[in-house]
């Protein structure tokens, strides 16, 4: 019997030794209980955190291609490069090292499977300040099987494209349906089945440009106002539930009887979020044809419609503080919207994911992300607009020799962007890292599914865009009187980008 007591005590001995390993291993690895992980983001989180949860919301997708030997040759990129100011250029392939930091590690760890598995050296030449375009222009007139890829960004890939320096996705082994590629720059900026630029999961920079809003946490529960998260739950989150919320938030903080931008707001922005809310309201400036051509459609009585509810809060400085605004005061508009929202004086902010690192890592208040609101509930979807300054994209130049080389190799990057790159910004970094709650998450996998392509911005279509946003700013908004004195001009340039597809020559 007193055998039988010693072997029972021994078992529960053990028993509670594992109960106490076992929790306080849940606690140190953030699992369970309250513990929350590091807001920091850096050092104790693998490179490809995150990667199960992916392969557990959609199916393993086997890589289409069989492995190819390159001997240790250089796979050149030119890259697009511009200002330093803001890092707005592509660093992938400047990472020597692992250095504990999610984002770097990640990209670190796809670079060097790559070169591992293709027997190849990547190489990422940037082009000279603001210089991107008459350096391909040297390169693609000579001749020059220099570089295996360009990597412009959005508003430079559109210049390349009409000018026949690329060759048509359709025409490369790129895995163009796969789910590494974001599908729907192909269906919104092809021209009569051509397109010539891709973006997807092979880098960052895609996501960094595409729009969405944020709110403050705090404000919205000292004004008591029921969460937007609510509203996109219930389908309820439209640009007139938007501009309800931000109205009667103004205060004049600092009491010296002027909007400034010490004071608070209910709506944080700048002119370029003017397309993003005509796209997200699900109309396009541009649209295209059962040929798939471009046909104008800016000029319509919804977009009209939109326009007159941007202006009921844009223009009104008691629910907006726009960078334009404050420009005219010689404020340094261009950072206006990176003191008014971070510093705790802003309800909504129009922004981009990569306006979290840029001036939201140390903001203090909670803040929530949302996509930018339907026009009305009978919507099908949202709509994200990807920027063309931010956003970012890559094209085989025409004078590439081996296209099919080359496609391999950009799907390759592409899907394992997918396995590891993108688990890292955006599960990691941008749900654990700068968002501050579950909600986000959910956000940004509707916002991230959701993009959109505007022809008329894309291709700098008869100056439209600007034609508009110079009314909105200047409250003469009257969409039929832009369309008559910009007519002459969008029809001319929709007919010869039409010509400049046909007839693809550089």
Known sequence: MKNVLKIILAIMMITMLFVIFSCDSASNSGEGGDAKPDNDGSGDIPADAGADNAANSEPEYAFPHDVIDLKGETFKILIDYQWTENSLDIEDYDIEEMNGEVLNDAIYNRNLKIEETYSLKLEGVKSADRGIESFVNKIIKAGMDEYDAIAPRLMNAATFAAKGYGINMYETALTLDAPWWDQNILKDTSIGGAAYFISGDIFIKHYDGIALLMFNKKMLTELGLETPYNFVNNNQWTMDKFNELVKGVYFDIDQ??????????????????????????????????????????????????????????????????????????????????????????????????????????????????????????????????????????????????????????????????????????????????????????????????????????????????????DGLRDNKINVASAYDKNQGKINKDIAKLIDNFENAKY
Not at 320 to 338: P, S
Not at 404 to 419: H, P, Q
Not at 454 to 468: E, M, N
Request: hydrophobic residues 35%.
């Open 256 to 469: 010296d009887g002027k909007h400034n931008r010490y004071d608070r707001y209910g709506f944080v922005t700048q002119l370029d979020y003017l397309t993003s809310f005509i796209n997200a309201s699900g109309e396009k400036l541009v649209s295209k044809d059962a040929d798939d051509l471009p046909v104008f459609t800016g000029n319509g009585e919804k977009i009209s419609a939109i326009l007159d509810k941007m202006n009921e809060v844009y223009l009104d400085e008691t629910y907006c503080m726009h960078r334009n605004a404050y420009d005219k005061e010689g404020g340094g508009g261009q950072a206006v919207q990176f003191w008014v929202f971070p510093e705790g004086r802003g309800l909504f902010y129009w922004a981009f994911p990569r306006y979290m690192d840029l001036g939201l890592r140390d903001m203090e208040d909670d803040f929530g992300i949302v996509p930018i609101p339907k026009w009305d509930s009978s919507q099908s979807r949202y709509y994200a607009t990807v920027n063309n300054w931010h956003s970012y994209t890559y094209m085989l130049p025409v004078t590439v020799g081996d296209v099919e080389r080359n496609s391999i190799i950009l799907d390759a990057m592409a899907y394992e962007g997918r396995k590891l790159i993108k688990p890292a910004y955006y599960e990691v970094c941008l749900q654990r890292k700068y968002t501050r709650d579950e909600e986000s998450s959910e956000m940004l996998d509707i916002i991230f599914s959701s993009t959109v392509y505007d022809i008329c911005t894309v291709y700098a279509i008869g100056g439209y865009t600007d034609a508009l946003g």
